[in-house]
C-alpha cells in the first residue's frame, strides 16, 4: 500500500502549502480511518490510540524527520506503529529504523520525570513520556504541540499515564509550566520568586485558560478560507497570511526553558 509505505516520510517531504495544510489530518486519518474531529475516544484504549495517532499527526506539520519530531528513533516509531496501527503495512526503510532521537539535555529531563510518574503498563508509556517531553520545547500550548482537540484530552492523557505527577498539578497550572516547575524543585532551583501564586504579576502565564482551536481544524480553516478568495495569477499564494498557524509555526526560534515554559 503506496500511503502507508509513505508515512514515515512525509514530515521530511518537501510539500506546498496545499498539501502541507492537509499533511496533518491526512496522517490522522490514514492510521486511525476517520479525521480528528470523528474520533470515539470513550474507552481508553480507543483514547491511547487517538493521542498517539494525534502526536505523529502533529509533528508530520512540522516538516523534518518525523521520529526527531516526534521524539522516537526508528525502531521505537516502528514498533509503534506495528502495535496500535496494524492494519497498515508499512515498511520502514533500513536508514529510518536505525534512527535514533538524539534529545538535547532539556528533553531528556522532561522524559525522565515523566517516566519516574508513569502508571500504566507496558511500552506506551516510554514512548509517551518521550514524545511528550520532544513535543514541549515546541511553541505555544502543550496541547497544541501534541495534536490533540483541547486541554482536557491532555490532562486525560497525564491522569491516565502519569497519575502520581498529575495529581499534583492541584492548582490546575499550566501543564508545560508545571513540568518546568516540577524539573527546577527537583534540582531545587526556583523559577520565580513570588512565594504566593495569587500574588504574582505573571499569574496568567502560568493558570490562564487554555483553549482555542486545535492546530488540525485551524490550518483545516486557514485552507478553506483560501480556497475561497479569488485566485489572481493561479495556483495558490505566495505567502501565508500573517498570524495563521503554519505561518507562525515556520519559523520558530530555538527558546530558553522558562520561556518554553510560558506556552
Known amino acids: 500500500m503506496f500511503e502507508a509505505q509513505y508515512l514515515p516520510f512525509m ?42 495517532a494525534s502526536i505523529l499527526a502533529a509533528a508530520t506539520m512540522d516538516g523534518g524527520s518525523l521520529p526527531e519530531k ?27 529504523s536505525v534512527f535514533k532521537c538524539e534529545g ?18 507496558r511500552d506506551i508509556g516510554h514512548w509517551l513520556a518521550a514524545m511528550i517531553a520532544r513535543r514541549a520545547i515546541e511553541p505555544g500550548h502543550l496541547w497544541e504541540a501534541l495534536g490533540l482537540r483541547n486541554r482536557g484530552e491532555l490532562s486525560r492523557l497525564l ?10 498539578n492541584v492548582n490546575n497550572m499550566r501543564w508545560k509550566r508545571f513540568f518546568y516547575r516540577m524539573l527546577c524543585e527537583n534540582e531545587g532551583l526556583a523559577m520565580c520568586t513570588t512565594p504566593v501564586c495569587n ?23 486557514d485552507f478553506l478560507l483560501q480556497a475561497a478568495r479569488p485566485v489572481v495569477a493561479g ?3 505566495s505567502e501565508l497570511p500573517q498570524g495563521s498557524a ?12 522558562v520561556s518554553r515554559a510560558e506556552g
Not at 500574588?199 to 480553516?221: K, P, V, W, Y
Not at 503554519?246 to 526553558?257: F, H, N, W
Open 159 to 168: 491522569s491516565r499515564h502519569f497519575a502520581p505527577l498529575a495529581a499534583r
Open 235 to 237: 495556483g495558490w499564494p
Open 104 to 121: 538535547d539535555e532539556e528533553i531528556a529531563m522532561l522524559r525522565d520525570l515523566l517516566l519516574k510518574q508513569r502508571s500504566t503498563e
Open 70 to 96: 516526534a521524539g522516537l528513533s526508528g525502531l521505537e516509531l516502528a514498533a509503534l506503529l506495528e502495535q496500535y496501527f496494524p492494519s497498515l503495512e508499512i515498511k520502514l526503510a533500513g536508514q529510518l
Open 11 to 52: 514530515a521530511a517531504c518537501a510539500v506546498d502549502a496545499n498539501s502541507q495544510i492537509h499533511r496533518g489530518i491526512a496522517t490522522y486519518r490514514l492510521l486511525t480511518g476517520v479525521p480528528p474531529a470523528d474520533a470515539d475516544i470513550a474507552i481508553d484504549s480507543n483514547f491511547d490510540r487517538h493521542v498517539l
Open 246 to 257: 503554519i505561518a507562525s509555526s515556520s519559523g520558530k526560534a530555538s527558546q530558553d526553558s
Open 199 to 221: 500574588q504574582c504579576d505573571d499569574f496568567n502565564i502560568c493558570f490562564d485558560e487554555e483553549s482555542g482551536e486545535s492546530r488540525m481544524a485551524e490550518r483545516r480553516r
